[in-house]
């Protein structure tokens, strides 16, 4: 079964400080992979996707994101993160030929002023 | 455009009841998922429909159903309430369903909390 491992559940920053997420997948075949971020009082919103191509994926809002294969992961990094940053971050795989997302259990990121 | 509406956006239950939780995808979306969050986890797939077909199905028992109607929205039912159902339910639509992976965009999910 597939499954996807944020090692960090809460990350507590200073404004400025750099970003980076963990997110490990166990999946033995070809994936898409995904970040969502989920701002306080508001709905999931995608941050980056990668689907093949360049491993470094850049997203929204200064946000990206390099898959290594080897090692089965795709960690999210920001070089300065703000206020406006505090929000839950989540991973997700889809493993190719399905619709599905398969999430991880999320880090909730506190960015102090 | 209106993103995905999903309603009621808040609902309590008690044990052994129904539910009934509705979806309308964005305009032109012919796919919808549903997915499960709980408290302190991430999203859990539970059903795909596109073009008013199960396409895929998650681990969830059979007290789970949904269906989706020829304008494609979506009904999620969960017969025989549990405490454990007690999750914030997502949906999710695309534009397409089948064989690649079409982005999929999320309603603000309904609360339900069964006593």
């Known amino acids: 079964a597939q499954s996807v491992s944020q090692h960090n559940h809460h990350v507590i920053l200073s404004e400025a400080a750099s970003l980076e997420l963990g997110c490990n997948y166990s999946?033995?075949?070809?994936?898409?992979l995904f970040w969502y971020v989920q701002y306080p009082g508001q709905h999931l919103q995608l941050l980056l996707k990668?689907?093949?191509?360049?491993?470094l994926v850049k997203g929204i809002k200064g946000f990206e994101a390099e898959f290594i294969k080897s090692k089965f992961s795709f960690n999210l990094r920001k070089p300065s993160v703000q206020w406006s940053d505090t929000a839950e971050y989540f991973c997700a795989v889809n493993p190719e030929g399905f619709q599905k997302l398969v999430f991880g259990t999320g880090t909730r990121l506190l960015v102090s002023p | 455009d209106a993103g995905v509406t999903q309603s009621p956006t808040h609902l309590i239950k008690t044990r052994g009841q129904h539910v009934t939780l509705r979806c309308s995808p964005i305009s032109g979306h012919k796919s919808v998922s549903w997915y499960q969050q709980v408290l302190g986890q991430g999203p859990q797939f539970i059903f795909q429909y596109y073009e008013k077909e199960e396409r895929g199905r998650g681990n969830f028992p059979d007290r789970f159903s949904a269906r989706q109607f020829p304008n494609y929205s979506s009904e999620l039912n969960v017969n025989a309430l549990l405490l454990g159902d007690s999750a914030l339910y997502l949906c999710?639509?695309?534009?397409?369903?089948?064989?690649?992976?079409?982005?999929?965009?999320f309603g603000p999910g309904t609360r339900l909390t069964v006593l």
């Open positions: 990668y689907f093949s191509g360049d491993p």
């Open positions: 999946y033995g075949g070809t994936v898409n």
């Open positions: 999710a639509s695309s534009f397409l369903g089948q064989s690649s992976y079409n982005e999929q965009f």
